[in-house]
């Protein structure tokens, strides 16, 4: 239950062993590797060019493939998805588990049918466009350039625009010697041949032309209109059934789909390997490796590498981590399967830093009781219980989501744990109720901030502990012991006055948190270089009284979400409840599962990110800033599969 | 019915019943705005990106429970009316009905505009989108401050 405790690994070998040394590293995903720092001068480094723009560009064809025929291939469910766990593979089967030559192969086909599909849509469009253009014209049964080049006769097809009073086709009309036939007419405008002698005043007619805004026609085929429309559907149905024929191959492609998921892995795999060169050292002569691992898996590790690399071939030093390297060691959080799902809720805020406390135990404690009072109810309880319970028992979940559900999943018996003392099921009273959260709102709202208190008390003995740790007691004094004696204190002092009606006891209470407030002052001044700034330090950390106020009242949130989740579904009872019994029993019933499943999720939405508030800020926010490094070890990518040691 | 008459006999009631509609009324108002915005907002992201539709809803919900509380606060009253309250039974009532009615009005908008500002964290770091969500429940603390307020005054009928 803590932060793991590392050693730092540091391994010397040939540079021909360099592949298989990091592929083994990688399949037993343990090490975390450390840059190591050396002057240019005493070692050729190489790799450091390396190029891997190359590699990322071949992952990223690979992931674009896979991409197009997710789009097709017809994907599993959520549920499918997950029945069975993630096929299994190490380095060396995963490298044979998928042919090169094909993949590549695939990843072309994929590309060109993708391309043809993006023609024929653009075709498809094209067609569109086209037959609305000519499909009012279909009616003309000569061809627009024949009568272009008629002898006598000027010939103009166009457009003019709709009016209610026809003046624009009245300007037309008024123009001597024009004939004008109307092939349609629409909303929008008038279709029209102009036909008109040759010898006519051609600058009089194109004023009248302007007049009625005509637009002339472009016709760029061979055929005539009707036949073109005609063609113009046999293409469009080629291309459909070409487009539904790749769209059938491509649903077809399962297998493929696999194989590139495969030879992403490896890929990937390699690509990581490649970019630890500029971590770790590599000469004509040498290969160097520093990094760093769990204590307890170092025997192991040496043994494995022994069973790797030749005797003579490498060395591997193992030393235990010193105080100046306490800032780049990482941090990995070990805890007990129940506190472990918690983790992720101290990871979102930060990683400890490796000499720090883990407060995931802490976290654990008091999120745990936080949600519990905010849902407060058992029926919700219980269905989260079997929610969480399912999707643990019979789905194969990823590491991060799986951590997440177990959560809920520990989460639900406090939830049923206060439902039972608030005696609400689905917002119905049982009588196992030990408090009325309505009728005794004041006291769950003492409690809540009583709750508060010990809460913040505990961030405040976190820091103290923490600043022990790190060697600085002065702080720990300053920022941790006095300022919970200060509110021990206060407390003490509010006591005496308003319960036991003592001026003792209040005067001690007082009196104390005077001593510890002076006792910040004292050591401000001491513990600062500049002394004047360190009064003026001293004095803002005790303007800081004003936000423990502010935390505390925070805490009521604790009572009032309870109280809202519960009268809501008391609220949804009642309604349901008021129906007429016909409907109750139908309608009502469906009703009654659509409203409480809504107010479920709103108050186990309302509990996670308060809880999460009150944790990150009102308890983090007092000893906790979360600047280390994460252990991060060198693996595989295992979107698709796990790797494991062969 | 006189004017006088009617609120001597009914004034508490009416009163009552006014404050339940101020609970419920404005802080639905701030919670109608502030679910609003955030839901354009993350329209348009999920537009782009498909997959955060889950996260999306949950900052767009975070504005919403405002008017949930002033729902609570109205249920609560409206429990609690008789056709024989006194007046000034009613006119507590009409007081209780106001600091989660104009808390949660203007609370939610303004978590509605954190919210929305919150999507952007979503688009670009998803890993952080709990910062987005920290930001948003920071306001929602004082509707929080202003169901409680309500809350114990109903309790002084």
Redesign the interface.
């Given at each position: 239950m803590a932060i793991a405790k590392m050693r730092k690994l540091s391994l010397y070998t040939l540079p021909a062993f360099e592949n298989e040394l990091l592929e083994h590293i990688q399949e037993l995903k343990g090490v975390h590797i450390d840059k190591i720092e050396v002057e240019e001068t005493v070692f050729e480094q190489l790799g450091e060019d390396i190029n891997t723009l190359e590699l990322e560009q071949k992952i990223s064809e690979l992931q674009t493939a896979q991409g197009i025929l997710e789009k097709h291939v017809p994907q599993p469910s959520f549920i499918q998805k997950n029945r069975s766990p993630k096929p299994t593979y190490n380095l060396r089967e995963l490298k044979e588990a998928y042919d090169v030559a094909a993949v590549n192969d695939a990843v072309t086909l994929v590309y060109t049918l993708r391309d043809r599909l993006n023609e024929i849509d653009i075709r498809l469009d094209e067609i569109e466009s086209e037959r609305e253009d000519i499909t009012p014209w279909q009616k003309i049964n000569v061809h627009p350039d024949r009568l272009e080049k008629l002898k006598n006769l000027q010939v103009l097809i166009g457009t003019i625009p709709q009016a209610t009073d026809r003046r624009y086709i009245h300007a037309l009309e008024a123009f001597e010697g024009l004939e004008i036939s109307e092939i349609y007419q629409n909303q929008e405008e008038h279709g029209l041949i102009l036909a008109l002698p040759k010898n006519i005043d051609m600058k009089e007619f194109n004023e009248a032309l302007i007049e009625s805004h005509f637009e002339e026609w472009q016709y760029e085929y061979d055929e005539l209109p009707q036949e073109k429309l005609a063609n113009l559907s046999i293409e469009e149905k080629d291309l459909k059934a070409e487009e539904k024929n790749i769209q059938g191959s491509l649903r077809e492609k399962g297998d493929v789909l696999e194989q590139l998921r495969l030879a992403e892995e490896y890929e990937y795999a390699k690509l990581l390997r490649l970019n630890t060169r500029s971590e770790s050292l590599l000469t004509n002569y040498l290969f160097v490796l520093s990094g760093y691992m769990e204590a307890d898996k170092t025997a192991d590790f040496s043994k494995k590498m022994n069973d790797v690399l030749p005797e003579n071939a490498y060395v591997l030093e193992v030393s235990d981590v010193s105080e100046a390297d306490e800032e780049t060691v990482p941090t990995l959080l070990t805890n007990n399967s129940i506190t472990e799902p918690f983790e992720e809720l101290t990871l979102m805020y930060g990683t400890p830093n490796y000499n720090e406390l883990d407060p995931t135990p802490y976290v654990m404690v008091f999120y745990s009781v936080f949600y519990g009072m905010m849902m407060g109810d058992l029926g919700y309880g219980l269905l989260q219980w079997i929610g969480t319970f399912l999707l643990l028992k019979f789905l194969h979940l990823d590491d991060g989501f799986k951590k997440m559900v177990k959560m809920f999943h520990i989460l639900s018996y406090p939830t049923m744990i206060v439902g039972l003392i608030y005696g609400s099921f689905f917002g119905v009273t049982i009588p196992t109720q030990l408090v009325n959260i309505t009728e005794q709102a004041t006291e769950v709202l003492v409690f809540s901030i009583g709750l508060g208190i010990i809460h913040i008390l505990s961030g405040l003995v976190l820091n103290a502990v923490n600043q022990f740790r790190q060697g600085n007691p002065g702080g720990a004094i300053k920022d941790g012991i006095s300022w919970i004696v200060i509110l021990l204190g206060l407390i003490i002092g509010a006591a005496g006055t308003m319960l036991f009606q003592n001026e003792m006891i209040s005067n001690i209470g007082f009196g104390l948190s005077l001593v510890a407030a002076l006792v910040i002052l004292v050591l401000s001044v001491v513990l600062s270089q500049n002394k004047f700034g360190g009064l003026a330090a001293g004095v803002y950390d005790l303007y800081g009284i004003s936000g423990y106020i502010g935390d505390m009242v925070s805490y009521s949130r604790l009572m009032a979400l309870g109280l809202s989740g519960s009268s809501i579904a008391v609220a949804f009872n009642m309604l349901i409840g008021m129906l007429p019994t016909p409907y109750k029993f139908t309608i009502g019933v469906v009703l009654i599962i659509v409203l409480q499943l809504f107010n479920m999720f709103l108050s186990v939405l309302s509990a996670y990110v308060h809880g999460m508030r009150l944790i990150f800020v009102e308890f983090f926010g007092k000893f906790f800033d979360g600047t280390g490094t994460a252990f991060k070890p060198l693996k595989g990518l295992e979107k698709f599969i796990n790797i494991s040691e062969r | 019915m006189e004017w006088g008459q009617f609120f001597s006999e009914y004034g508490g009631l009416f009163f009552g019943a006014l404050g339940a509609v101020v609970a419920v009324v404005f802080s639905g108002f701030g919670s109608a705005y502030g679910t609003g915005v955030t839901g354009e907002a993350a329209a348009a992201l999920t537009k782009e990106q498909p997959d955060k539709f889950v996260q999306s809803l949950?900052l767009q919900?975070?504005p919403?429970?405002q008017g949930?509380?002033g729902?609570?606060i109205g249920?609560?009253i409206i429990g609690g009316l008789s056709m024989d309250m006194t007046l000034q039974q009613g006119l507590i009532y009409l007081v209780a009905g106001i600091p989660v009615g104009l808390v949660g009005w203007i609370s939610g908008i303004h978590q509605g505009r954190v919210a929305t500002a919150g999507l952007q964290i979503l688009a670009k770091r998803p890993e952080n989108v709990?910062n987005a969500?920290?930001y948003a429940?920071?306001v929602?603390?004082y509707a929080?401050?202003a169901?409680?307020a309500s809350?114990?005054l109903i309790?002084l009928v």
């Amino acid at each position: 239950m803590a932060i793991a405790k590392m050693r730092k690994l540091s391994l010397y070998t040939l540079p021909a062993f360099e592949n298989e040394l990091l592929e083994h590293i990688q399949e037993l995903k343990g090490v975390h590797i450390d840059k190591i720092e050396v002057e240019e001068t005493v070692f050729e480094q190489l790799g450091e060019d390396i190029n891997t723009l190359e590699l990322e560009q071949k992952i990223s064809e690979l992931q674009t493939a896979q991409g197009i025929l997710e789009k097709h291939v017809p994907q599993p469910s959520f549920i499918q998805k997950n029945r069975s766990p993630k096929p299994t593979y190490n380095l060396r089967e995963l490298k044979e588990a998928y042919d090169v030559a094909a993949v590549n192969d695939a990843v072309t086909l994929v590309y060109t049918l993708r391309d043809r599909l993006n023609e024929i849509d653009i075709r498809l469009d094209e067609i569109e466009s086209e037959r609305e253009d000519i499909t009012p014209w279909q009616k003309i049964n000569v061809h627009p350039d024949r009568l272009e080049k008629l002898k006598n006769l000027q010939v103009l097809i166009g457009t003019i625009p709709q009016a209610t009073d026809r003046r624009y086709i009245h300007a037309l009309e008024a123009f001597e010697g024009l004939e004008i036939s109307e092939i349609y007419q629409n909303q929008e405008e008038h279709g029209l041949i102009l036909a008109l002698p040759k010898n006519i005043d051609m600058k009089e007619f194109n004023e009248a032309l302007i007049e009625s805004h005509f637009e002339e026609w472009q016709y760029e085929y061979d055929e005539l209109p009707q036949e073109k429309l005609a063609n113009l559907s046999i293409e469009e149905k080629d291309l459909k059934a070409e487009e539904k024929n790749i769209q059938g191959s491509l649903r077809e492609k399962g297998d493929v789909l696999e194989q590139l998921r495969l030879a992403e892995e490896y890929e990937y795999a390699k690509l990581l390997r490649l970019n630890t060169r500029s971590e770790s050292l590599l000469t004509n002569y040498l290969f160097v490796l520093s990094g760093y691992m769990e204590a307890d898996k170092t025997a192991d590790f040496s043994k494995k590498m022994n069973d790797v690399l030749p005797e003579n071939a490498y060395v591997l030093e193992v030393s235990d981590v010193s105080e100046a390297d306490e800032e780049t060691v990482p941090t990995l959080l070990t805890n007990n399967s129940i506190t472990e799902p918690f983790e992720e809720l101290t990871l979102m805020y930060g990683t400890p830093n490796y000499n720090e406390l883990d407060p995931t135990p802490y976290v654990m404690v008091f999120y745990s009781v936080f949600y519990g009072m905010m849902m407060g109810d058992l029926g919700y309880g219980l269905l989260q219980w079997i929610g969480t319970f399912l999707l643990l028992k019979f789905l194969h979940l990823d590491d991060g989501f799986k951590k997440m559900v177990k959560m809920f999943h520990i989460l639900s018996y406090p939830t049923m744990i206060v439902g039972l003392i608030y005696g609400s099921f689905f917002g119905v009273t049982i009588p196992t109720q030990l408090v009325n959260i309505t009728e005794q709102a004041t006291e769950v709202l003492v409690f809540s901030i009583g709750l508060g208190i010990i809460h913040i008390l505990s961030g405040l003995v976190l820091n103290a502990v923490n600043q022990f740790r790190q060697g600085n007691p002065g702080g720990a004094i300053k920022d941790g012991i006095s300022w919970i004696v200060i509110l021990l204190g206060l407390i003490i002092g509010a006591a005496g006055t308003m319960l036991f009606q003592n001026e003792m006891i209040s005067n001690i209470g007082f009196g104390l948190s005077l001593v510890a407030a002076l006792v910040i002052l004292v050591l401000s001044v001491v513990l600062s270089q500049n002394k004047f700034g360190g009064l003026a330090a001293g004095v803002y950390d005790l303007y800081g009284i004003s936000g423990y106020i502010g935390d505390m009242v925070s805490y009521s949130r604790l009572m009032a979400l309870g109280l809202s989740g519960s009268s809501i579904a008391v609220a949804f009872n009642m309604l349901i409840g008021m129906l007429p019994t016909p409907y109750k029993f139908t309608i009502g019933v469906v009703l009654i599962i659509v409203l409480q499943l809504f107010n479920m999720f709103l108050s186990v939405l309302s509990a996670y990110v308060h809880g999460m508030r009150l944790i990150f800020v009102e308890f983090f926010g007092k000893f906790f800033d979360g600047t280390g490094t994460a252990f991060k070890p060198l693996k595989g990518l295992e979107k698709f599969i796990n790797i494991s040691e062969r | 019915m006189e004017w006088g008459q009617f609120f001597s006999e009914y004034g508490g009631l009416f009163f009552g019943a006014l404050g339940a509609v101020v609970a419920v009324v404005f802080s639905g108002f701030g919670s109608a705005y502030g679910t609003g915005v955030t839901g354009e907002a993350a329209a348009a992201l999920t537009k782009e990106q498909p997959d955060k539709f889950v996260q999306s809803l949950i900052l767009q919900l975070l504005p919403g429970t405002q008017g949930l509380y002033g729902f609570v606060i109205g249920f609560l009253i409206i429990g609690g009316l008789s056709m024989d309250m006194t007046l000034q039974q009613g006119l507590i009532y009409l007081v209780a009905g106001i600091p989660v009615g104009l808390v949660g009005w203007i609370s939610g908008i303004h978590q509605g505009r954190v919210a929305t500002a919150g999507l952007q964290i979503l688009a670009k770091r998803p890993e952080n989108v709990v910062n987005a969500i920290i930001y948003a429940i920071m306001v929602e603390t004082y509707a929080i401050l202003a169901l409680i307020a309500s809350f114990l005054l109903i309790n002084l009928v």
